[in-house]
Every structure is written in C-alpha cells, then in structure tokens.
C-alpha cells in the first residue's frame, strides 16, 4: 500500500517541477525573444505571417470539437465525464501548444536556411512555445491526478516549498532548455559562409591595356552573375547568391561569400544590370562591399564585406515600416565609416547602430513639375563622400543645370550643411560623385540668375566656370579642397569610373576634361587618348562586338577611344585559347564592358551557354529567348604580377 501511495506522490512531484521549469523556460525565452525583436525590428512578424492563419483554422476546429464533446459530456454518464473532458483539453489546449512549437521550429529553420543565419527571434519563440507546452501538459496532468487522489489541504509555504523530487525535475527541464541556446551556432556557424582561398598583395590598377588575355573565367547558368566591380585588392563578381573576389593572377576565386538566398537590388536598376551598381554598396575606398538579402515582405538582410579578405564584417537584419517597400526605394548610403539605412546609422566595422538621422527638411515641390530632383538620390554604389553623408538632393525644374546637395558629416549627422550650385549630370539627372567629389559652379550665385533665362535645349551645351569639389570639405569634414575644371558643360555619369569627366561645349574645337581625384590632376580627354594610359584614360575606354554577327567564328571584341579608333582588338581565339570549350554557333550576346582592377582589367561579357550530348559533343543553345542559356564571360587583361601574401590572424 505504500508503495501504491509513494508512485502517485512521486508522479505528482515529477508534474510540479516539470510544470515550474516549463514555466520559467517560457518566461527568459520570451525575454530573449524580446530582446532580439527591439534589435532588430519586424522580426516577429515573420511568426505572425504563419501563425495567423494556423490559428484562424484552429479556432473554429476547435469550437466545433468544444460543441461536440460538450453533447457528449451532457449525455454520458457521471464517470465517464472525466475521460472525455481529458480528451477535449488535450485537443483544445496541449495538441495546439505542440503545434505552434512545431510550426515555429520549421519557421525558424526555413527562414535561418534561406539567409544562411540565426533568423533573429524565431528560435526563443519556438523555445516559449515549447516551454508552454509543457507547462501546460503538466498542469493539466497534475489537474487529473489531484481528481483521482484528493489530497489534505496543506499551508501555502509548503506548497510553495519544493520537494527535491520536483527541483530535480526542475532542474533537468532548465538544463535541458538552456542547452538548446547552442543549437542556432551548431546549425548556422557563425561567419562560416565567408571562406578566404588564396590572397594577393594590393598592386595598382593597369595604367595602360594590351591584347594580353592572362585568363578566362566562365560563369554558368547555375551560377547568375549580377555584374563585375573593382574593389581594393581584386575584382568581385555580384552573384545571384553572393559575392567573390578574383585572384587578378589566375583568375581563381580568391574569397567568396555566399548563401542559399538571394540577393536582391537595392537601387533602380534602369534596365543595366551589368555594372552591379544596384545590387551592392560599396564605400569610396572600396574597402567595404555591402549586398542585400530578401528576408519578408519588409525586412532585409544587409551584409557588410572586408574586400580585401571576403571575411564578413557585419549582418544587420533591417526593418522597413512601409509594408508596400522594394529594393528600388530603399534609401542607402555608404561613405568609408558608416551606413546609413534609411535614419539608422551604421559602423562598417561590426554593424553597431551608430545614431539616428534627424529629419532633414527640403524644398517642397509645388506641383509634379515644381522639381526634377527633391529628396534622396542614389549616387553610383550608393556612396556619399569619404566621411560625408548626402542627406537630399534638390534640384527644381525652372534652373535646369542646377542642384543643391544637404550633406552632414559622417560622425555628426547633426551638423548639416546645404551646399548649392552643384551640376548635375544632364536634363534631369541628378549630381555625379566619384571617389567623394563632384562638380559645382565657380560663381554659384551668378550662373543660378544666368540659369532662369536659360533654356532647356541650350542647358546641356552652354558652358560655365566649375571646379571639382570634394564632399568632405563642403560638409566641414575635411580642409577645403578645391580644384579648377575650366568652361565646361556638365558631368558624364559613369557607374564603374574612378575619374571625373566633364562634358566641353558645343564648339568644334572643345573636348571634355577628365578629374582624377586620386591625383588632382586634371587632363583633357584628347590629351589622354594621345598617351593612351591612365586611370582617366581607361575610364573613357569603350567596348563593342566586332566582325559578323551571322557568323560566330569572325566575332571578336574591339576596345573604342573616344574618337573612335581602335585601341585594341581581341579575337575569338585570343579571347578563348586553346582550353576553352566552344562551340561552333556559340554567340557573344552583348558589347560588353570593362572593369579595371587591382592588377588586372576585366573584360565582361555574355555569351549563349553550350551543352554536353550523351555523345560527348558540345552543343550550344541560342540564347535567344531562351530564359537561363548564357553564361558570363570574364577575360583578364593586361595583369600586372601581384605576390602571395600569408593570410592574416
């Protein structure tokens, strides 16, 4: 009898802690869960989204199931009443406990798969969840016992007090439930997705471009390629799924940075998604690279890249309170610091929240015609000045030519400063930045009244004292810095430039100059199409399919100067070699464009993808219409030798 009466005892203290060690996990998990969320905002509605309409299915199921037992329990005898109001809480209150748990769970590991990363606050809901389960479980269990072995009323502090039977079980839950915090490290290692091959020493960019193909790097259909871009220490490829830089000696992936998710664009793409400039940030020293990941209908994943090493800086999960947002409105911007996210302010180095923007002011249009340009324009790779964030562009319809810039300094983004008198790239372009400096008017305050007479046809022709000014120095961030252009038009926008160029006027015997912010030196494009070297002379390089385009096997790629003339020619064979699988109808589908790079200059292009037979044989798809049957082409040229560095610590 008494070990009939000690298995009941024991049972309903095993119940008690089990109950009590549920309820404290569900409590610091919801905590933590919390906790997460205020970091990263619009996180929990991601578990919203799934278990919204879970449990408007749920609750009408369940008030069914409640009508129909409750008829049982009306007509069923006394002693059956009990089996069957069992039966009714576990279909109404334990099974859905479990269900959310279970539902949570795979939220968390779907959305933490898609993005290669803990998804911020998912797993301490499905821990609260499950902690709540149990707790419930066993409060209903203990219920049950209670009814089957009433025991005497006892005083509130020894129900209170714990009996080592139910602390173990208390304890063993809480153990249990703290292990659990390894399992997001265990299932998504942290920065493992960042993986460095091999490493180059920095070298400077080719100063000039040769007919010299050093290697072939080929992109297949299993592997989109964004578009190309020069970062410090090599080229890197924006894939559809991340990011890797080129060894510029082989051609080999030196690092690479990538997950099971997407990227997704930024900025306005204009229909060119060759230059990469709308799927990634990058900081006017090229040191920092950042990419977007789709992560909900309002929340990004944004991701900071150290170029020089492909080692991930940051993972910031952003919240966009417009439910309607896409990549194409996001307001971003990026200087060698910081990034700022719409009002939130950003370290590059480890992703901290830095400070909030205060809400910046500018001019209100009157009509829909009142202004070209009122409020944040994306300047090429999103980048502001080295130390200077732009805040708003202005630049109203009836002064075509004219912009005005608001700009604060990186770390002060209270101290905004309006600066007009900016010109802008063409009719109704916005105002041109490179490497941290742009154009303004000389004499700002005489060409702004010359500009109310002017008429739009003439505003793009008719030339005006400018001078190449550095962003820093208009936002107090730096000593002034101010270099003189000369009468010219307006600025060329080009997204993969590291130089200035300044469209000249009308005249027969005008040409445009070019700005080198790395030098300050200012030549005119003539001048350096005659030396045919330099950073300003491979940025005015233009490229183009040459031969016919019926006849696959004449098709090569000439590289155009400005006026025109050939400056180099690459064949077919020169640009496949010996190695190369081609196919004989195998076609180039555009003109491609070039990347000039740490020790190497990229030439990109696409071209229709071959297949394989059963027979061994190489076949090739048109590539017209035909979704997902080219690949990319990148062609290393005139590679200048960089030497193997170790890794570092």
């Not at 900025?267 to 990419?291: F, I, K, T």
Request: charged content about 20%; overall charge negative; hydrophobic content about 40%.
């Amino acid at each position: 009898m008494r070990e009939a009466a000690a298995e009941p005892r024991s049972t309903f203290e095993v119940l008690c802690g089990l109950r009590a060690g549920g309820a404290i996990t569900a409590v610091v998990a919801a905590a933590r869960a919390m906790i997460q969320a205020s970091r990263n905002p619009g996180m929990l509605e991601a578990a919203a989204d799934v278990l919204i309409p879970g449990l408007a299915l749920l609750t009408p199921v369940a008030l069914l199931v409640w009508a129909y037992y409750a008829h049982l329990v009306g007509v069923r005898p006394r002693h059956h009443r009990t089996r069957i109001v069992t039966l009714l809480v576990l279909l109404l209150v334990i099974v859905p406990a479990f269900a959310v748990t279970v539902l949570l769970g795979r939220l968390w590991l779907q959305q933490s798969g898609e993005i290669g990363m803990d998804y911020p606050g998912l797993f301490p809901l499905t821990i609260t969840a499950a902690g709540l389960a149990l707790t419930v479980t066993a409060d209903v269990l203990l219920r049950l016992t209670r009814q089957r072995h009433p025991a005497a009323p006892r005083p509130l502090r020894r129900r209170l007090r714990p009996t080592p039977t139910a602390l173990a079980a208390a304890v063993l839950t809480l153990v249990i439930a703290a292990s659990t915090v390894i399992v997001p490290y265990l299932s998504f290692p942290d920065r493992a997705r960042s993986v460095w091959l091999t490493a180059v020493r920095p070298v400077t960019v080719p100063d000039t471009i040769d007919d010299d193909v050093a290697w072939q790097r080929v992109f297949d259909e299993t592997e989109p390629v964004r578009g190309v871009v020069a970062g410090a220490f090599t080229p890197m490829v924006i894939t559809d799924h991340g990011v890797l830089g080129l060894d510029p000696n082989s051609g080999y992936t030196d690092w690479i940075q990538t997950r099971a998710a997407s990227t997704i664009a930024i900025a306005d793409c204009d229909g060119d998604q060759r230059e990469a400039s709308c799927y990634a940030a990058l900081s006017p020293n090229r040191a920092h690279l950042v990419v977007a990941y789709g992560a909900g209908p309002t929340r990004t994943l944004l991701v900071g890249i150290d170029t020089a090493t492909g080692r991930i800086a940051f993972e910031h999960m952003h919240h966009h309170s417009n439910p309607d947002w896409s990549g194409t409105e996001n307001r971003l911007q990026i200087t060698d610091h910081v990034l700022m996210v719409d009002d939130d302010v950003l370290s590059l180095t480890d992703g901290s929240l830095l400070t909030t923007m205060p809400e910046t002011r500018l001019p209100v249009c009157e009509d829909d015609w009142g202004c070209a340009i009122s409020g944040w324009e994306p300047a090429s790779f999103f980048q502001g000045g080295h130390s200077t964030l732009i805040l708003g562009t202005y630049c109203p319809s009836d002064r075509e030519g004219w912009c005005e810039l608001t700009l604060a300094p990186d770390d002060d983004p209270t101290a905004i400063t309006t600066v007009d008198g900016i010109v802008p790239a063409g009719h109704h372009g916005g105002p041109v930045v490179v490497d941290g400096w742009t154009v303004r008017y000389r004499a700002p305050d005489t060409v702004y009244q010359k500009l109310a007479d002017q008429s739009q046809d003439t505003a793009e022709t008719t030339t005006h004292p400018l001078d190449a000014v550095n962003l820093d120095a208009l936002s107090g961030a730096a000593p002034t810095s101010v270099v003189p252009l000369g009468d010219l038009a307006a600025p060329v926008q080009n997204h993969a430039a590291r130089t200035l160029r300044v469209q000249a006027g009308s005249s027969a015997d005008s040409t445009d100059a070019v700005f080198d912010p790395a030098t300050g030196q200012v030549g005119t494009v003539q001048a350096l199409t005659e030396r045919a070297s330099g950073r300003g002379y491979l940025d005015t390089l233009t490229t183009g399919r040459s031969g016919s385009t019926s006849s696959p096997d004449d098709v090569g790629f000439d590289i155009v100067a400005p006026g025109g003339a050939t400056a180099v020619h690459l064949d077919r064979d020169a640009i496949e070699g010996h190695t190369a699988v081609s196919a004989a109808d195998q076609r180039y589908l555009d003109d491609g464009y070039l990347v000039p790079a740490p020790g190497i200059i990229a030439l990109v292009c696409s071209r229709s993808a071959t297949a394989e037979d059963p027979d061994g044989s190489t076949r090739a798809s048109s590539g017209a219409g035909n979704s997902g049957s080219t690949e990319t082409v990148v062609v290393g040229l005139s590679n200048r030798q960089a030497a193997p560095m170790g890794r570092p610590a």
